[in-house]
């Protein structure tokens, strides 16, 4: 079965980061290694989480332990999220340099994928994290991406490029020489995502949701990671992951549910979705 080592907050109220994450690749029948960079109550935008950031020691000794058990050379993707420290950001980029330097053998042969979502900030919101660890992020973990998962706010942050409208966001993320999955783009009524590499490129689109729980961010690099184990192509993975978070957010707005409801999607977070319309771009 595919392992996955996911670096990023557990929000024990909440379906957002490593939590929804790791919810969400199980139906993929694919396993995880949560370490987190927090351990919160609940989603700051309900307000005080409670919890704490993991101490640095802490964050490092349960990596350590992953090491030691041999398990860096079975990993088939790395996904990183939120940090609440640059000491943190740090210790993941020398442990996504250990996991792609472990000896793989037997049915681990496949080259770890790494995909970084740069959780630093938002339209609105602006820079939610410390500047010293979002400089962090950027100097060690962006270019240690295969993949670079962020909404449109940060993408201009990585590249000083404005990234809202579908071309702009195509042309940005190109900058960054990565394959680059960027959300919150905006199109008139609609909202969608782009995928884009130095090849082609690709919207998924669809019409704005009334309200949309916190976590669709994450669940959505989840959902893209999933394709790529899968070896999906670029248009069917992106279609499939869109449509996945899609359907969830309609879900929770039916049920009137406060957090994406995962679980209860089951199987259909797996589907594309009639709503989600596929544009190719380049």
Known sequence: MPLALIISSHVAGSQVGATAQATALAQ???DSMVVPTVLYGRHPGWGLPGGAPVPIEVFEGMLDGIEANGLFGLVDVVITGYFATSAQARSAARVIDAVRASPRQGAATRKPV??????????????YIPAETADEIIADLIPRADVVACNSWELKKLTGTDARDPVSAMKAARLLGKTTLVSSVQRGAEIGVVLADKKEA???AHAKAERSPNGTGDLLTALYAASILEGQTFSYGLARAVGGVAETVTAANIWNAPELPIVAMGARIKQTSPTVRIERLA
């Open 28 to 30: 993929f029948r694919i």
């Open 202 to 204: 690709w919207l998924a």
């Open 114 to 127: 790494v995909i970084v979502d740069p959780t630093m900030g938002d339209a609105g919101k602006g820079l």
